[in-house]
């Protein structure tokens, strides 16, 4: 059986760790030359190692337009043409609207926004010198509904969504896909860093399995998200099993946005 | 490589063309075992053969008529007495029609609603006690780009395909903790044989001029989404295949659009 991404070429940011790495893993499995690209040199480098000659690391800042403008023509000169983007990096933080700081507000914005718009800033030229290409975009439940305690975050993540569609619309007639995956909880290193800012502040503990123990109930799949949810369905956006799906923000939540 | 549905039991409806027939095919192709009903019992068996001699005993035809419930209930027990259980129901089943909310009768109204509603709930009611022994299951109900917007010319399809969709989140939120997943698909307009029907008899597809060739009809009724091109009975197989495999065992009570970027617009 054909590799559902075979002769693709594919960046992935924040593949250093989490939803990125995983993802790269499995681009690559299924045929994809990967670069990797994360903030966190350390990280990516491993992921790079994992996965072997099918993928690069390349430390990005995501937040600086000549760090992305070199991550694209890295992976251009390495495996000659860019077929699919995925947006993943970001970070989490907790915050209120009357308590949070317009440093954070700045910050957020930045590397869960801004740094969205710079690969596809990026990445579509060269996609549509390919002919086409796939652009996931990653968003959050907190894209779609209201979750208590992280204002700049939900901004940001629903700006995604919003973006995701205007560029899907812009750029269809070229080819070019953009979707959005709006994610509820998946206990990545982004996630537990919340958890404990959260705990933190209300001096209390936590822990991954107490976390899923209380809060798996909201969930009618009443289990949290895993890694290889998210990794499962940016491939099917990634690949051209999804050619006619575009602009549209896909829940992956456990029904916990239908509820 | 391993099939994405191996091991897997599906029933597929409206399996005799079209996109229930890619579908079977696709699902097949992947690992499953599957049933393939319809209301044409010749055309049925002739997929169910064609599957059968690429991958011997993984499908079987069924004569149903999904506008009756007896039928149904039947499709779905002969299905768990032939292949042993249910892991997948795809409730794609359904027909179109054309009217203005004035000049629509009641007796089309409460066809299309048997049609395209009433038997995706009854495929759903007969299926999900054999997901519950199974330990869960996919269900994937054949919505429309008509049941998430406003489409001319369709009150009775849009109130049904919109009925499908919130169908489909109650049976997510009520038999997920069971394990067992509820998602639609929103097409818009794909090229399938019944689609050609109608184009055949205005003479010309929607918004091409009398006289054009397939591929002029084709490329005129995709104009109207960003990318640009009809849908094809693929895209509709690969987003039920996904939707049926484990690879989505996280998403559940989405209403997905499959229309080349329309109602983003």
């Not at chain 1, 560029?167 to 404990?196: D, F, H, M, Q």
């Not at chain 2, 010749?42 to 991958?55: D, F, H, Q, T, Y």
């Amino acid at each position: 059986m054909a590799r559902r991404l075979a002769g693709k070429v594919a960046i992935v940011t924040g593949a250093g760790s989490g939803i990125g790495r995983a993802a790269s893993e499995l681009f690559a499995a299924e045929g994809a030359k990967v670069m990797c690209a994360d903030i966190n040199e350390a990280g990516v480098k491993e992921t790079a190692a994992k996965i072997g000659s099918a993928a690069r690391a390349r430390k990005t800042d995501v937040t600086q337009p000549d760090q992305v403008e070199q991550l694209v023509a890295e992976a251009v000169k390495a495996f000659g043409k860019l077929d699919v983007m995925y947006a993943n990096a970001g970070i989490g933080e907790a915050g209120n609207a009357i308590d949070l700081t317009i440093e954070q507000w700045n910050r957020m914005i930045a590397i869960n926004l801004t740094s969205v718009w710079l690969s596809s800033k990026y990445a579509l030229p060269e996609m549509i010198k390919a002919g086409g290409g796939s652009i996931i975009n990653q968003s959050s439940t907190a894209g779609l509904i209201g979750i208590p305690g992280i204002v700049h975050y939900s901004a940001a993540k629903t700006a995604v969504v919003g973006m995701t569609r205007q560029i899907a619309v812009e750029y269809g007639p070229k080819k070019i896909r953009v979707n959005a995956i709006c994610p509820s909880t998946i206990p990545t290193p982004l996630v537990t860093t919340v958890w404990e800012m959260k705990a933190k502040a209300a001096g209390t503990t936590w822990s991954v399995e107490e976390h899923e123990k209380n809060t798996s109930e909201k969930y009618p799949l009443r289990r949290l998200g895993r890694l290889s949810d998210c990794a499962n369905l940016a491939l099917f956006l990634a690949s051209d099993e999804s050619s006619w799906i575009t602009g549209y923000a896909v829940p992956l939540d456990g029904g916990l946005t239908a509820s | 490589m391993a099939g994405r549905l191996n091991g897997k039991v599906a029933i597929v409806t409206g399996a005799a063309s079209g996109i229930g027939r890619a579908s079977a095919e696709l699902f097949a192709a992947e690992g499953a075992k599957v049933m393939c009903a319809d209301i044409n019992g010749a055309l049925v068996e002739e997929v169910a053969a064609g599957i059968n001699a690429k991958s011997a005993g993984a499908a079987l035809p069924l004569t149903v008529d999904v506008g009756q419930p007896a039928g149904i209930e039947r499709m779905v027990a002969d299905t768990v007495k032939a292949f042993g259980k249910l892991n997948v129901l795809y409730a794609n089943a359904g027909i179109g029609d054309a009217a203005t909310a004035e000049s629509l009768t009641i007796e089309g109204w409460n066809r299309m609603i048997a049609i395209n509603l009433t038997s995706v709930w009854l495929s759903c009611k007969y299926a999900l006690p054999h997901m519950i022994a199974a330990g869960g299951g996919s269900i994937v109900n054949q919505s429309s780009l008509a049941g998430l917007i406003g489409v001319p010319s369709l009150p009775h399809y849009a109130a049904a395909k919109a009925g499908v969709i919130g169908l489909t989140r109650q049976i997510a939120v009520e038999y997920g903790p069971k394990g067992i997943r509820a998602n639609a698909i929103c097409p818009g307009t794909i090229y399938t044989p019944l689609v050609a029907t109608v184009w055949e008899r205005r003479g010309v597809g929607y918004g091409a001029s009398p006289g054009a060739s397939l591929a002029e009809q084709k490329k005129q009724a995709g104009m109207g989404n960003p990318i640009q091109r009809m849908g094809e009975v693929e895209d509709c197989a690969n987003l039920a295949l996904f939707l049926a495999s484990d690879e989505s065992g996280w998403i559940t009570g989405t209403a997905m659009p499959l229309d080349g970027g329309r109602s983003a617009g």
